[in-house]
């Protein structure tokens, strides 16, 4: 009769669920309501109570009666059930480590965490704090909340890896004695065709199934590599059992994976899926105030909010910016102004500002400077008004396209010799002036 079952399973399930679940399984009593079924352990009924009694149920009962019910029998796993394929604790001593190096022994088990990368210097905001908090929570206690797998996704640089890497960090330091792997997608299918080549499949997939908290970057990875989605699915399947905590990042949601298994992306969706957004306005201040506090870096509030504005694709694009800046300023010896940090950008971001002219550049100067549109046309040469024309032809200069002849003509009719004149006696000045450097950088901001 329970062959009879059988039959209808293997027609209601898939092979691989089949051959792994419900092959082996032998009915050992029916007492005419209650079937025993024998199982190899807990973890093994458990998974099937979890996951196929809506197909078990009303098939047991077809054939043995509709007040039938089912229970288990655990018995110690004997050799001939070792044979056939039953899970047992495997020798941790004899297992070996794909992370090992060949040819050196005695390797302790490294985590392949980064350790900057943690929660104390990674910024909340709108646009992380659920995989965030999800993430503090696990590192409280691994494999007992519901965010099991925790499933991080989003575009590339919005700060996947930091937040995967952050709740393993914290984890280690909570469960030192925990095993905390981090790994690439890319990396566990190398891993798993060196094993498959040197005929040590066996050892790879018991060492991962000794892991506490699994980190997998960069899951979609896996599309298209069936041999790959299968060996991780036992992985996958194993830890969960157990009560292993599973994390894994993806560029994009679980519904959106190409060339997944169905079983995997049910899998996926188990757990917790956290979308990852690019940060506002005030989150990306608070990464470059942080990130420049870490660099040594000193740079105005005017040129934190310029970058945070005009940086809008992802928080890489906000290092490389501090990068840049850092490197003109320690390798060339400029101190960094408003000025160069616009400059720089523009090789990095496309800069959105407002069309700038002659005639925007002279009502900024004339209202800054206290000196009238009359007086910068004029003829007049006193100190303060040579200096606020001089100004003009030098932001003119800086700021537009506009040929110096028509610079010149628009000012008072000089000529392009004046203009440049009076560009480069600006530079020397806002090289021993502090008090005119700084107006002259306030004028730039408002300007840009």
């Not at 197909?55 to 009962?61: A, E, G, N």
């Not at 302790?108 to 900057?116: K, V």
């Not at 330091?173 to 094993?195: C, G, I, M």
């Not at 990464?287 to 504005?309: H, P, T, V």
Request: one cysteine or more.
């Amino acid at each position: 009769m329970w062959q009879q079952c059988l039959v209808q399973i293997r027609k209601s399930l898939s092979e691989d669920d089949f051959v792994r679940w419900f092959k082996h399984i032998e009915a050992v009593a029916f007492d005419g309501a209650v079937l025993k079924l024998q199982v190899p352990n807990q973890e093994h009924y458990k998974y099937i109570e979890q996951n196929f009694i809506p197909i078990l149920r009303p098939i047991v009962r077809n054939v043995f009666g509709v007040k039938a019910r089912v229970t288990y029998s655990i018995p110690k796993p004997s050799a001939e059930q070792q044979a056939r394929g039953y899970a047992t604790e495997p020798d941790r001593q004899t297992i070996k480590n794909p992370f090992v190096i060949p040819g050196i022994k005695k390797v302790q088990f490294d985590s392949q965490l980064q350790p900057e990368l943690t929660f104390r210097n990674h910024i909340e905001g709108d646009c992380n704090r659920l995989a965030r908090s999800a993430g503090i929570s696990i590192s409280i206690n691994p494999g007992t909340t519901s965010f099991n797998p925790l499933f991080i996704y989003g575009n590339s640089g919005l700060g996947k890896t930091h937040i995967a890497q952050a709740v393993g960090n914290a984890t280690k330091e909570r469960h030192p004695d925990s095993k905390v792997l981090y790994v690439s997608a890319n990396h566990f299918q190398s891993q798993f065709q060196t094993a498959a080549w040197r005929g040590e499949l066996n050892d790879f997939i018991h060492f991962y199934q000794m892991i506490d908290v699994l980190i997998i970057d960069d899951i979609q990875e896996f599309a298209g590599k069936p041999g790959t989605q299968n060996i991780f699915f036992n992985i996958f399947n194993h830890l969960r059992l157990l009560g292993k905590q599973i994390i894994l990042t993806s560029d994009r949601p679980p519904v959106e994976l190409k060339d997944i298994e169905d079983r995997l992306i049910t899998r996926f969706k188990w757990g917790l899926s956290a979308g990852l957004t690019p940060p506002d306005h005030q989150t990306k201040v608070s990464i470059l105030q942080a990130k420049c506090s870490r660099m040594g870096l000193i740079l105005g509030a005017d040129i934190i909010d310029f970058l945070a504005e005009n940086i809008k694709a992802n928080i890489r694009e906000l290092e490389g910016a501090l990068t840049s800046l850092e490197a003109h300023s320690s390798l060339l010896g400029k101190e960094i102004s408003f000025e160069l940090a616009h400059r720089i950008m523009q090789d990095i971001v496309k800069i959105s500002s407002k069309e700038v002219n002659i005639d925007l550049i002279m009502d900024l100067v004339s209202e800054q400077m206290k000196i009238s549109r009359t007086q910068l046309l004029s003829k007049e040469r006193t100190r303060e008004v040579a200096t606020a024309r001089q100004v003009v032809m030098y932001l003119c200069k800086q700021h537009t396209k506009t040929p110096l002849t028509v610079i010149g003509a628009a000012i008072g009719g000089r000529n392009h010799a004046t203009v440049l004149h009076a560009h480069k006696n600006i530079i020397n000045m806002i090289d021993t002036d502090r008090s005119l450097r700084k107006h002259i950088e306030e004028m730039e901001r408002k300007l840009l």
